[in-house]
């Protein structure tokens, strides 16, 4: 079974500029969880979407979003870029919603430089 | 809010030593416990998962023990080998409404040829 994908691997921006990074989970997953990780504030929760529909949201402002796709593919969208974006985004899928472990497997993340 | 705490934050041992990382958390409530380890600029590989029925899982070299109701969690490393050298991280799950995975700061660890 294919793991977590993540695209593109690397991305470097301009503060100002808007960036989207793509995710595909495990085929038959359905939820699709997005973090943040820098050095100073470690990994942190973003928001999680299941069945195409957002559920839970970390402490994050508005300028973080994203969507899942009928095919449970999660995308994240930063707008108006600022150079605290700067960090490593990984996107997790589980099994949530289908009886179980609700054991989250990561993807490699995305490397988003902001300049 | 969750909040966890990983000691030490980092250990350097030489090959062969067992090791004992340790993880807690503070709202016992808990779903399931996950232990992943990262290297340097990676994702995460998740280890072990525990679910909170269960005190312990093991995999290969490693074991994980939970206590729930003391919002604790231990893993153990038999052997330790210089692959082993990576980031260890603990991350608890309340399920529901909660905030996704809470993670710890993790522990470094260096195993020394």
């Known amino acids: 079974k294919a793991g977590v994908t993540q695209t593109p691997r690397y991305l470097i921006k301009t503060r100002g500029q808007q960036v989207t990074l793509s995710c595909s989970p495990i085929s038959g997953h359905r939820s699709v969880s997005w973090y943040q990780q820098t050095p100073g504030q470690g990994l942190q929760f973003l928001f999680e979407y299941f069945s195409e529909t957002q559920r839970n949201k970390g402490n994050f402002p508005g300028r973080f979003s994203g969507r899942q796709f009928s095919n449970s593919r999660s995308e994240m969208n930063v707008s108006t870029l600022e150079l605290g974006d700067s960090a490593l985004y990984l996107c997790?899928?589980?099994?949530?919603?289908?009886?179980?472990?609700?054991?989250?497997?990561f993807g490699p993340g995305t490397r988003l430089t902001v300049t | 809010k969750q909040e966890v705490t990983q000691i030490p934050a980092a250990l350097s041992v030489p090959e062969g030593e067992n090791l004992v990382l340790n993880c807690s958390f503070t709202?016992?409530?808990?779903?399931?416990l996950q232990w992943f380890r990262q290297d340097p600029g990676k994702g995460l590989t998740s280890l072990l998962l525990?679910?909170?029925?269960?005190r312990e899982q093991t995999s290969g070299r490693l074991n994980a023990s939970l206590d729930k109701s003391s919002g604790r969690s231990t893993l153990y490393i038999a052997a330790s080998q210089p692959g082993d050298s990576a980031t260890y991280l603990c991350?608890?799950?309340?399920?529901?409404?909660?905030?996704?995975?809470?993670f710890g700061k993790g522990t470094h660890l260096i195993i020394q040829p």
């Open positions: 991350a608890p799950y309340s399920g529901g409404g909660a905030d996704g995975l809470t």
């Open positions: 525990i679910q909170s029925s269960q």
């Open positions: 997790a899928s589980s099994d949530r919603g289908t009886g179980g472990s609700y054991e989250q497997y």
């Open positions: 709202d016992s409530a808990i779903y399931n």
